[in-house]
């Protein structure tokens, strides 16, 4: 049987980390390591991080999340490493079924699950968000081109460092790496965990800025172009319809713009609108399906703000690693 470390970065994470560790003790597979990596938390999460684990590795703080996900992978013995966030709860079952899909794909050199429905908090961008990861991942093929954060694994033979200039997107900057050096990375269609994180209305803009910000320069930096479409969907896990919808949205807005200011019919804008709604009425219908008529409304006009917010986090994203490679250039040629 398999030896797993299971790591867990952490950093101020005291009201979830105590369920997290609780449900990796609650696993059937008993051949693991638990490894929590503290970043100079300000909470209790290291006093309750050494009640469950084996290893609590405390740090010096001000570290990226890949930096600290490395650091838990340098002290790990596991022959298959699983990173889970600190705000995840795993099934008993979820380590016996890792171990069991690597002994049945010997090919594949990574894995992903996904996100449940179920989610603890009722409030609308908590729930908007769970059920949009879920509805996301449901539609994805066997075989994809990026890692998830909040439930990966790894064969140690095939790990890599994760990305210390990425921010947040460090597992799907992994996954890239990954794809581009030839290694196939499956996923579990019903791995699923649930996600503890709250949000609300700021830290939903704010991550579905983040993320497309990293996105971008993990697409220029490990040439994304080349994985585009690749296994019948669009980018790491969004799908085509999405990438279409971001191009889309912040078209319709600056239309309206001038619809507004008098420079545009505003009969010009409906076609797209109408375009956009398209291609988004399968997961309109779904959140329709689970959470009724109502939240489906609201969520059209979350949908549409949500997909212009991420438009400008990949062109600022853009912009900051031509801007840095620029730089980078300049000092170079400087030093020369």
Known sequence: MEYISVIVPAYNSQDTIEQCLVAVRQSTHQNYEL??????????????????ADKVVELDGNLKRSQVRNK???VSRGEIIVNIDSDIIIRPDTLARIVHYFSQHPHIHAVNGLLSKEHPHTGFFSQYKNLYMNYIFNRLPEKVTFLYGSIHA????????YDSDIEIADDTA?????????KQIGFIKDLEVI??????????IKNDFQIPFDWAKIFLKYKGWKQLGKNKTGFAHSPKEQLISVVLAPTIFLLSILCLLGYLSFSLILPLILVWFIFNIRFLAFLVKE????FGVLAFFVTLI????????????FAMFLYQQYANDYINKVVI
Request: hydrophobic share 40%; proline share 2%.
């Open 35 to 52: 490894i929590v990596v503290d970043n100079k938390s300000q909470d209790a999460t290291r006093s309750i991080a050494q009640k469950y």
């Open 195 to 204: 996600h503890l994180k709250k949000y609300g209305l700021f830290s939903f």
């Open 306 to 317: 949500d997909n212009i917010v991420m438009a400008i986090g990949i062109l600022c994203g």
């Open 72 to 74: 838990g992978i340098g």
């Open 174 to 182: 992994l996954g890239q790496q990954l794809v581009g050096y030839g």
């Open 154 to 161: 790894l064969r140690r033979k095939d790990s890599q460092p």
């Open 291 to 294: 959470r009724g008529l109502l």
